[in-house]
Nanobody
Framework: QVHLVESGGGLVQAGGSLRLSCAALGGRVTVATMGWYRQAPGKQRDLVARIVRDSITHYVDSVKGRFTISRDNTENTVDLHMNSLKPEDTAVYYC?????????WGPGTQVTVSS
């Protein structure tokens, strides 16, 4: 199994920034499709950003221009840099690792944006 360890969550004021990091233990992020998902209370878990290749990324419309997903190959991590945060970004954020039939999730990290 691949174990995913997320970090960087916390409380931030609207308009502020946070950087989430996901470390993959037992798998290489360079060969996997890596994604960040989020789930707000009472809502489903939704895709926020995905990196399919080092140069190919996808974002949900609500975060385009504000969030950036990237890989650090030397550290074997995937990051989500979040700028201009809004209260509606408040959620638990989950790291996802997919390679073929393998699908792993991190335990999640809380992001709270105050108005």
């Amino acid at each position: 199994q691949v174990h995913l360890v997320e970090s960087g969550g916390g409380l931030v004021q609207a308009g502020g920034s946070l950087r989430l990091s996901c470390a993959a233990l037992g798998g290489r992020v360079t060969v996997a499709t890596m994604g960040w998902y989020r789930q707000a209370p009472g809502k489903q878990r939704d895709l926020v950003a995905r990196i399919v290749r080092d140069s190919i990324t996808h974002y949900v419309d609500s975060v385009k221009g504000r969030f950036t997903i990237s890989r650090d190959n030397t550290e074997n991590t995937v990051d989500l840099h979040m700028n201009s945060l809004k209260p509606e970004d408040t959620a638990v954020y989950y790291c996802n690792f997919v390679f073929g039939e393998f699908n792993f999730w991190g335990p999640g990290t809380q992001v709270t944006v105050s108005s």
